[in-house]
């Protein structure tokens, strides 16, 4: 089982993503907890960014966590929660 690990602009952006909005946070918790249960549970919808290391998760159907394992491949280190077209300038 994967273990989660949090950067600090990760958390940042969370307060902000999350503001006010508690099914958000409710959602958040739920996807890192079936990650941490099984990585490839289909409502995740675990996705490679092409040409890139990073990877994702959904949290709803607009929102994504954009990852990137750790070289021992048992920790993912979550850097970024935000709407799912971010891929776009992320991997660049």
Known sequence: MPRVSLTKQFQKERKKWARGKNKREEQLQRAFLLFTQNPKHPSLNLEK???SEIWTIRVDRGNRLFFVWADEEDIAIFF??????????IKR
């Open 49 to 51: 960014l092409s040409g």
């Open 80 to 89: 970024f929660v935000g709407h799912h077209d971010t891929y776009r300038t």
